[in-house]
C-alpha cells in the first residue's frame, strides 16, 4: 500500500526511494530482517567485549591464542548482518557491487576461522603443542585472501566492464547461477569446516572434544542454510516466475547464518573462556591457603627444635632441687583424680622395696657344735 504520492505506508516523503524497504510497513520481511540484524550487531560488539575483556586472566595458551581467531570471526559476523541493509534496499550501482564482492568474502572469512580453529584442535592431539596465535590468524588470512581474489577478478570481468549496466542481474549472460557458481571456494571451505572437526570429536582433552562438536554442529546448520538458499534462489523463484523474492532470500540466508555462528559457536566458546579464567583462579587461592599452612606447619617445627635443643641443653647443666610443692598453687583440684608429685615418688619408692629380694646368708658352724 502506497500513498497518493507514491512513497509506501511508514515512509518520508523526501526519502530516498532506494531506503524504502527499511521503513515500509507493508514489507514485513525488511523490518523483520533489519531487527534481527541490528540486534545481531548489538550482540556481537557485546561478545567482542566480554573477549577482550577476558584476555587477562587467561593463562591456557591453547584457549588464550584462540582469542585473535574468535574475535576476526566476530569481525566477520558482524559484516554479515551489516551487509543484510544492503540486501534489504533496492538495487543500485553501489549496492550491487557491495553485494557481489562482500557476501562471498564475509563468508569465507567465517568459515576459515572455523577451518582453522578445527585445524589447531587436530595438532593440538598430535603434536601437544600450542600453536601461536600469529600462526592462526595468519591461516585464516590465507584461506580468505583465496576468495577476495576470487571476487575482485569476478568484478573487474563483470562490473567494470559493464559500467553503464547498473547491477549484475542486468548483465547479458550473467544470471543467478553465475552467482552461486562464484561461491564455489566458499562451500568448499564450508565442506572442509565439516569433515576437519570430526577426527577431533574423539579428542583425548575432553574440553576439546566440545570445541570440535560446536564446530560440527555450526558446519552441518551451515550447510543446510547454504543448500536451502540456493534452491530458491537458483530455481524455486524462477519455478514462481518472479524475482522479487531474490533479495530476500539472500537477506534470509545472511541473517540466519550469522546467528547461527553466534549461538552456536561463538557463544559457547565466550562461555568456556570465562569458566577456564574462573577455573584459573580458585588455584591459585587454594595455593594461597595451601603456602599459608605449610608456613604454620614449618613455625610449629621449628619451636619443636627449639624447644628439643634447649632442653638437651639444660639437661647439662647441674639439676636443681625441686620441691614437690612447686607445682601447687593454692587452687582446688578438679574431681579427676590427680596424683601430686610426692605421691608419686612414694609410690616409686614402695615399687623399688617391693621388688627388691633378700638371700639367706652362709653361716659357718661353729668349733663348738662339732665337738
Excluded at 552441518?220 to 534462489?233: A, G, H, Q, R
Excluded at 608429685?341 to 609410690?347: G, Q, S
Aim: net charge neutral; glycine share 6%; proline share 5%.
Amino acid at each position: 500500500m502506497t500513498t497518493p504520492s507514491g512513497v509506501p505506508r511508514g515512509c518520508e516523503v523526501s526519502l530516498n526511494p532506494i531506503y524504502f524497504n527499511l521503513c515500509d510497513l507493508d514489507a514485513v520481511w525488511g523490518i523483520v530482517l533489519e531487527s534481527l540484524a541490528a540486534a545481531g550487531v548489538v550482540a556481537s560488539f557485546v561478545l567482542m567485549v566480554i573477549l577482550v575483556a577476558s584476555l587477562p586472566f587467561l593463562s591456557d595458551k591453547s584457549r588464550r591464542n584462540l582469542v585473535a581467531l574468535q574475535f576476526s570471526f566476530l569481525l566477520f559476523i558482524t559484516g554479515l548482518f551489516g551487509l543484510t541493509f544492503a540486501f534489504i534496499m533496492r538495487q543500485d550501482n553501489t549496492t550491487c557491487a557491495v553485494r557481489r564482492f562482500l557476501f562471498g568474502v564475509l563468508f569465507a572469512g567465517c568459515f576459515s576461522c572455523l577451518l582453522v580453529h578445527g585445524i589447531c584442535l587436530v595438532m593440538l592431539e598430535r603434536r601437544d603443542g600450542h600453536p601461536r596465535a600469529w600462526l592462526l590468524c595468519l591461516g585464516a588470512i590465507g584461506f580468505w585472501l583465496v576468495e577476495v581474489i576470487i571476487n575482485t577478478e569476478w568484478m573487474i570481468i563483470t562490473l567494470v566492464t559493464n559500467i553503464t549496466i547498473p547491477c549484475y542481474r542486468n548483465i547479458p549472460g550473467v544470471t543467478n547461477r553465475d552467482f552461486v557458481m562464484a561461491l564455489i571456494y566458499v562451500m568448499a571451505l564450508l565442506l572442509a569446516v565439516v569433515l576437519m572437526a570430526i577426527p577431533s570429536l574423539t579428542h583425548k582433552h575432553k574440553p576439546f572434544r566440545r570445541d570440535a562438536l560446536y564446530i560440527l554442529l555450526t558446519g552441518i546448520l551451515s550447510m543446510s542454510i547454504w543448500v536451502t538458499w540456493i534452491v530458491m534462489y537458483v530455481y524455486g523463484n524462477r519455478a514462481a516466475g518472479s524475482q522479487d523474492w531474490d533479495d530476500p532470500t539472500l537477506a534470509i540466508a545472511l541473517v540466519s547464518n550469522a546467528w547461527v555462528f553466534l549461538v552456536l559457536y561463538i557463544i559457547p566458546e565466550v562461555c568456556a573462556l570465562t569458566q577456564a579464567s574462573e577455573k584459573e583462579e580458585e588455584p591459585s587461592h587454594v595455593d594461597h591457603l595451601c603456602a599459608n599452612r605449610s608456613m604454620v606447619y614449618e613455625n610449629i617445627l621449628r619451636d619443636q627444635n627449639l624447644y628439643m635443643e634447649n632442653k638437651g641443653f639444660s639437661m647439662d647443666e647441674p639439676g636443681k632441687l625441686v620441691s614437690p610443692y612447686s607445682g601447687y598453687n593454692g587452687q582446688l583440684r578438679s574431681c579427676v583424680y590427680q596424683p601430686t608429685e610426692l605421691a608419686l615418688i612414694t609410690k616409686g619408692h614402695m615399687r623399688d622395696k617391693s621388688s627388691d629380694v633378700t638371700l639367706p646368708r652362709a653361716v659357718l658352724p661353729s668349733l663348738t657344735q662339732g665337738q
